[in-house]
């Protein structure tokens, strides 16, 4: 039978590791500690940070595989699941980790701010591949965290590890950021198959099944994670994705605007609306004028 393990808490994911616990809601893990073992998939309740230090291929996320290289840290938050496909030789882990539960980060900055490192909600296959220099800065911050546990528990010290987690965070986002500058020819074959898919979407009847296309229909299409595809788009572009999607909407509907026969209504159903009015209130918005006034002004 496939084994399967659900760690609610870090006590659990502790002892799956041969780690002892020395707080509560917050751990470092080095993955040599641990016992051989045979693959298994592993839900979690928790937010992890792994910092894969050797090749150990084909692990699965949610429907993704990944194999991982040494030097990649992936993020995973609560409801997610790994899966790891060999469930029959035996595999060391090896390379670190940082872990902590919800309850950590509860009434801090970091709590307040943590829907803002979307990384957390990227594929695997989008995980951040790091320099020696970045990599050896993760780990000093996990060091730091790591020294933090060993003092006694006192007042100051869910504040101290947060912060400390949410400068290890803040550097990620700059890693992040460079990540995709340096894939800067990759992310435009992205663009221009994004805008593909777009003109697709328009002369398909999609519009009519579907309705508008949204953010996450493009990423799925493109085999992106909403997010990752979300944050690449407003890096190479300026523009959010919705933004971009909008624009597209916009020069499509110009082309038809000028198409006598058609009604404005017609051309918001053609386009995906629901409602005409809904067309309006955004061609407006956008060119300054409704459909019907740019008609008559071109």
Same mark, same amino acid.
């Given at each position: 039978m496939e084994k399967e393990y659900n760690f609610k808490t870090i006590s659990e994911y502790n002892s799956f590791n041969n780690?002892?616990?020395?707080?509560?809601? %917050?751990?470092? /893990? !080095?993955?040599?500690? #641990?016992?051989?073992?045979?693959?298994?998939?592993?839900? =979690?309740?928790? @937010?992890?940070i792994f910092l894969k230090d050797v090749k150990c291929g084909d692990l699965k996320y949610? *429907?993704?595989?990944?194999? @991982? +290289?040494?030097?990649?840290? %992936?993020?995973?938050?609560?409801? +997610?699941? /790994? !899966?790891? &496909?060999?469930?029959? !030789?035996?595999?060391?882990?090896?390379?670190h980790g940082?872990?902590?539960?919800?309850?950590l980060i509860r009434g801090t900055s970091l709590g307040k701010a943590l829907s803002e490192y979307h990384?957390?909600?990227?594929?695997?296959?989008?995980?951040?591949?790091?320099?020696?220099?970045?990599r050896q800065l993760i780990l000093d911050l996990f060091e730091k965290v790591k020294s933090e546990l060993e003092q006694s528990i006192d007042k100051h010290s869910k504040k101290l590890i947060a912060s400390t987690v949410e400068l290890l965070l803040n550097y990620c986002d700059r890693?992040? !950021?460079?990540?995709? /500058?340096?894939?800067?020819? #990759?992310?435009?074959?992205?663009l221009e198959h994004f805008e593909e898919l777009l003109n697709g979407y328009f002369k398909s009847e999609k519009p009519y099944s579907i309705g508008l296309p949204s953010v996450a229909y493009c990423a799925e299409q493109l085999h992106f994670s909403a997010n990752y595809f979300g944050d690449l788009i407003k890096k190479e572009?300026?523009?959010? #994705? +919705?933004?971009?999607? +909008?624009?597209k909407i916009i020069n499509v509907a110009k082309d038809k605007i000028f198409e006598r026969d058609r009604s404005v209504s017609e /051309? #918001?159903? &053609?386009?995906? =609306? *629901? @409602?005409?009015?809904?067309?309006? *209130?955004? =061609?407006?918005? *956008?060119?300054?004028h409704t459909p019907n006034e740019y008609r008559t002004l071109n």
């Open positions: 780690h002892e616990t020395l707080h509560p809601l %917050v751990s470092v /893990i !080095d993955f040599s500690k #641990a016992k051989k073992r045979t693959g298994s998939k592993m839900n =979690f309740d928790l @937010y992890c949610g *429907r993704h595989n990944y194999d @991982y +290289q040494e030097g990649t840290l %992936v993020f995973v938050s609560p409801g +997610q699941t /790994i !899966d790891v &496909e060999n469930k029959v !030789d035996l595999y060391q882990p090896m390379g940082l872990v902590f539960h919800p309850d990384f957390f909600s990227y594929h695997t296959n989008e995980a951040l591949h790091l320099s020696s220099k970045e890693f992040y !950021d460079r990540q995709f /500058i340096t894939r800067e020819t #990759a992310n435009k074959g992205v572009t300026g523009k959010t #994705a +919705q933004e971009f999607i +909008q624009e /051309i #918001a159903y &053609e386009l995906g =609306f *629901r @409602y005409p009015q809904h067309f309006i *209130r955004l =061609f407006k918005k *956008r060119v300054g």
